[in-house]
């Protein structure tokens, strides 16, 4: 079976290309193979998440794509980032493998594992000659070396085949439309291995990390117009300093801006008398991302007000924690931290008693939820599986309770409108527990204002 040509992607003000220069630059180029014996990290563990996949679709044909570049504006992609299921089941994480499809074949006893990859382009004048210099997309000038198929092969272990060759054959379940195939997928990487939450913890480490760095920037962000972006680039910095970059889109919410739940705007200027709501998390180059939320005073101190929500939320984080352990219910944690939120609420006279689901209006979202290749992990999972299902040892999740006190709800006094807190930490289940994860971050209004103050004075 050959090889279909292709034309290079250009763009319109792209240069022509003269038959001179073409033959000039098809000749006098180094060989520049990889190091001999480099591995994709975790490749010894891919295998068996491989056999266990197989084990659930007998003789089926299973198609897990990496996915397609996708246009940001006219000529220009967003940066490519693997599908997770294709990352985990492969360890490939880099952006070249944009397009890439793993498929396993039955082959009687189970599976073989194919890689079709678009390999290194030739630069020898043939059908893709022109490739590694003319394709903005897929050029080797224009985006880096990819390996070729052998290189591949050592790197994963994997029997890797030319992109080409797959169109041809028959079509299998695919990840990307086949609910069953996404679901199972989702729920195999629900329990993670020690190395996983090695790199877990990595992502975290990296994490608290960008939470000092915002610290001690907070003079120059309380002086710039536009605050918010500041510690926004700051956290930013950091993620692409340590890491593949951030795992989602990080919120700098000052002031009101910390009650809209997922504000990524990040344009507002901070005042000293707010709260800052900073929810961040560092990816990794293997792509396991952290995901935590501190609510920092930005004046360095707690107003009495903004402490009495700050503790409120604290004291539903603590018994959500508590509530983590295996063989529990996984929505324990969840009813364990709002049963504390209503009570409070009702404490206060915001509510009138603490039963039902009233309380909604001032938290409105669950507690928690899985993490690792994804922030939002094992998403597909089914309920029985995931949101119904219980807690085991190797599950990584995160337990974030907040208080959104919107600035225009008339149901609460004029001093808590206008308040958002969240905290928000990443805990690994154990044999007898859970172990915090991100616990080298402060999280009582004591140690946060204790920490705050050392980094500020420093």
């Given at each position: 079976m050959t090889e279909t040509p292709a034309r290079p992607y250009t763009a319109g003000h792209d240069l022509p290309v003269s038959p001179e220069l073409a033959a000039f630059m098809a000749e006098g180029w180094a060989p520049s193979p990889l190091p001999d014996g480099t591995r994709v990290p975790g490749a010894d563990l891919t295998p068996a998440r491989r056999a266990r996949l197989s084990a659930r679709f007998p003789g089926e044909r299973l198609i897990v794509p990496a996915g397609e570049l996708r246009v940001r504006s006219n000529d220009c992609d967003h940066r490519f980032r693997p599908h997770s299921a294709y990352v985990w089941l492969t360890g490939l994480a880099g952006e070249d493998q944009a397009g890439h499809v793993l498929v396993l074949e039955p082959d009687g006893a189970g599976h073989e594992a194919v890689l079709y990859i678009r390999p290194r382009s030739p630069r020898d004048g043939g059908e893709r000659g022109e490739e590694f210099y003319r394709?903005?997309?897929?050029?080797?000038?224009?985006?880096?070396?990819?390996?070729?198929?052998?290189?591949?092969?050592?790197?994963?272990?994997?029997?890797?085949?030319?992109?080409?060759?797959?169109?041809?054959?028959?079509?299998?379940?695919d990840a990307a439309t086949d609910p069953e195939l996404a679901s199972v997928l989702s729920e195999l990487r629900l329990i993670k291995d020690v190395w996983e939450v090695a790199q877990l913890q990595a992502a975290v480490d990296h994490t608290t990390a960008g939470f000092v760095d915002v610290v001690r920037a907070l003079p120059r962000a309380l002086a710039h117009?536009?605050?918010?972006?500041?510690?926004?680039?700051?956290?930013?910095?950091?993620?692409?300093?340590?890491?593949?970059?951030?795992?989602?889109?990080?919120?700098?919410?000052?002031?009101?801006?910390?009650?809209?739940?997922?504000?990524?705007?990040?344009?507002?200027?901070?005042?000293?008398?707010?709260?800052?709501?900073?929810?961040?998390?560092?990816?990794?180059?293997?792509?396991?991302?952290?995901?935590?939320t501190r609510t920092l005073p930005l004046s360095g101190r707690f107003s009495p007000v903004q402490r009495q929500v700050y503790d409120l939320v604290l004291a539903a984080q603590e018994a959500g924690i508590a509530a983590l352990r295996p063989g529990a219910a996984y929505g324990d944690f969840h009813r364990a931290c709002v049963r504390v939120i209503a009570e409070g609420l009702a404490d206060w006279g915001v509510l009138k008693n603490p039963r039902g689901d009233l309380h909604r209006r001032y938290t409105l979202c669950n507690s928690g939820h899985m993490l690792g290749l994804d922030v939002h992990d094992c998403a597909r999972a089914r309920a029985a599986e995931y949101r119904d299902g219980t807690l085991a040892v190797g599950h990584v999740l995160t337990v974030e309770p907040g208080l959104y006190l919107q600035p225009d709800d008339e149901t609460l006094p004029p001093e808590l409108r206008g308040i958002g807190v969240r905290i928000e930490d990443d805990l690994v289940i154990t044999e007898d527990g859970a172990r915090l994860m991100s616990g080298a971050l402060p999280r009582t209004a004591d140690a946060v204002e204790s920490w705050m103050g050392a980094l500020l004075d420093g």
């Open positions: 394709d903005r997309r897929y050029g080797e000038f224009w985006v880096g070396r990819r390996p070729d198929l052998a290189e591949a092969g050592r790197l994963t272990g994997i029997r890797c085949a030319h992109l080409d060759r797959l169109a041809p054959l028959p079509p299998g379940r117009r536009r605050g918010e972006r500041w510690i926004e680039g700051v956290f930013d910095l950091r993620a692409r300093a340590e890491g593949n970059g951030t795992g989602y889109e990080t919120i700098a919410a000052s002031g009101a801006h910390a009650c809209v739940l997922h504000w990524t705007r990040n344009d507002g200027r901070l005042h000293r008398d707010d709260l800052l709501l900073l929810d961040a998390g560092v990816e990794t180059d293997t792509l396991y991302t952290a995901d935590i």
